[in-house]
């Protein structure tokens, strides 16, 4: 909202108690001990692990890799349909492809000096898609030197990169593409390792991003635990839903074009003519309504939703279909032909309707989760 207003104030307001509220739950996370959940812990190491890792490649490892206007226009003339069009994006998505390709290269020709003086074992036999199912987390995957890595580290992405390979190619073996992604694993421990031997995470804007993510996947970890903990039973979700009906569903509207005159007989005549096809909806609305705007917008009212308007236009409105004309009816205002331009229907109101009721378990959870926090904000913090 603009500068000065008392909308822009509610808004700052608004978001001032969102931040009020995360910090509280980050607050109540830490006083029940859910910074030291392994999934949490898991979910840390990785995050640090990475960001040191890419920024030790970007600084030690990466040499400036380049991609020449001769590079891309061959690699447009080996790959490209004849007669494909070479626009600015083309020419930008070849070089990012070439410049990914060469980057690889780089990685992979410098894989050997990265390890070297370290050992690293990996057992392959645990990389069996057969087994995912009863492999526990501390199965062992690699070791580097004296870390370890265990399928609970990596099973989500080595699963994913397996899956993801065989959805792009329906020929592909998933168990080939499980072991690239667990070398990639590997060198990322190495590179962070070495990032802190450089003392790479001592940098203020690692330090930062760091402590944002601690803060935040601790809230979203702990509102998880907690939505879990309140799923409403049937009975429970078929109650609250009963209670705030009208607030969870969507009632019917309809998208209508008014013409307001002073009198029925004008609105009758007028009707008769738009009828007959002798002026148009548009034209009767800037030659004759007298509803403010009328001219401007041509009559176009907007979304109405049913039980908003005055109980004649109401009943008018919701009779009619979509390029459907009705009137004249008599408001406040005067008399009034109405043209419906589309119609949504109502959406929510039957509970027995699974998306009814997804949105009202939604909803249910949602406030109980800010009756937790009102209730942390008065009696805990």
């Known amino acids: 909202p603009a500068l000065g207003t008392p909308e822009r104030d509610t808004a700052r307001i608004v978001v001032l108690d969102k931040v009020i509220s ?9 006083r029940q001990g859910l910074d030291k959940d392994p999934v ?12 040191l890792a890419n920024e030790y490649r970007r600084r030690f490892m990466a040499d400036e890799v380049t991609v020449s206007d001769e590079e891309v226009r061959a690699f447009y003339d080996e790959t490209m349909v004849p007669g494909t069009e070479m626009t600015d994006d083309l020419h930008t998505q070849i070089e990012a492809a070439l410049r990914k390709r060469k980057l690889h290269e780089v990685l992979a020709a410098q894989r050997g000096e990265l390890r070297k003086g370290i050992e690293v074992d990996v057992y392959t036999g645990n990389l069996d898609p057969a087994g995912d199912a ?15 890595i265990v399928w609970g580290d990596v099973k989500t992405s080595i699963i994913a ?3 993801g390979a065989v959805a ?3 020929l ?17 421990r190495l590179m962070a390792q070495k990032a802190r031997e450089a003392g790479l995470d001592r940098d203020p804007l690692y330090r930062t991003r760091f402590n944002e993510y601690q803060k935040t996947r601790l809230v979203n970890l702990h509102r998880a635990k907690l939505a879990r903990e309140m799923e409403p039973s049937d009975e429970q979700l078929e109650a609250y839903y009963e209670a705030n009906r009208m607030n969870i569903m969507q009632v019917e509207m309809r998208k209508i074009q008014d013409v307001v005159v002073k009198t029925r007989e004008e609105a009758e005549a007028l009707k008769a003519k738009i009828e007959a096809g002798e002026i148009t909806m548009f034209q009767a609305a ?3 309504s007298m509803a403010p705007g009328a001219k401007q917008q041509l009559g176009e009212v907007g979304w109405v939703a049913e039980g908003r308007a005055q109980p004649a236009m109401n009943e008018v409105i919701f009779e009619l279909g979509p390029g459907e004309l009705g009137g004249p009816v008599e408001s406040t205002e005067g008399w009034h032909l109405v043209k419906v331009l589309d119609v949504s229907d109502a959406e929510f109101d039957n509970f027995e309707d699974k998306q009814t009721q997804k949105l009202a378990r939604r909803r249910y959870i949602h406030a109980q989760l800010d009756t937790y926090v009102q209730d942390l904000r008065k009696n805990d913090f």
């Open 134 to 148: 009863t492999r526990a987390d501390d199965v062992v995957m690699a070791e580097i030197g004296s870390e370890v």
């Open 161 to 163: 990169a397996g899956k």
């Open 40 to 51: 949490y812990q898991r979910d840390m190491r990785n995050f640090s692990n990475g960001m």
């Open 172 to 188: 592909a073996m998933e168990s080939d593409n499980r072991l690239p992604m667990l070398q990639t694993e590997i060198d990322k």
């Open 286 to 288: 800037a030659d004759h």
């Open 22 to 30: 995360a910090n509280l739950l980050y607050l109540d996370a830490k």
């Open 168 to 170: 792009m190619d329906p």
